[in-house]
């Protein structure tokens, strides 16, 4: 079940990577193209090939603060695990005041 899930993410992650590639290569190819007027079917693609970059942008954006919150709640966490690692007890020193 697990190994499932891990060639899924891959999959699906490989799909994103490949929508986003092919959207920027027509951008790039189909940039100078002769425009038909209003009813340009290249131009409708190119639209959506840039909502597509854009939306892959702000989702980066996303899963970048995401990322970078649990890294710095891993950090925060791990050094408050270490200050408190030396207590009396376990130094095994009496307070004999």
């Known amino acids: 079940m697990k190994n499932s899930k891990k060639v899924f993410a891959v999959i699906l992650v490989t ?4 929508a986003f590639l092919f959207s920027a290569l027509f951008l790039i190819h189909e940039s100078d193209h002769d425009c038909e007027g209003e009813t340009c079917r290249i131009c409708a693609m190119l639209a959506v090939c840039r909502t597509v970059i854009r939306s ?4 980066s954006v996303i899963c970048a603060v995401i990322l970078l919150s649990l890294v710095s709640v891993r950090v925060i966490n791990a050094r408050r695990k270490t200050e408190n690692k030396y207590t009396p007890v376990s130094l095994r020193v009496r307070l004999l005041n």
């Open 15 to 18: 799909a994103v990577l490949c």
């Open 56 to 59: 892959f942008a702000v989702l």
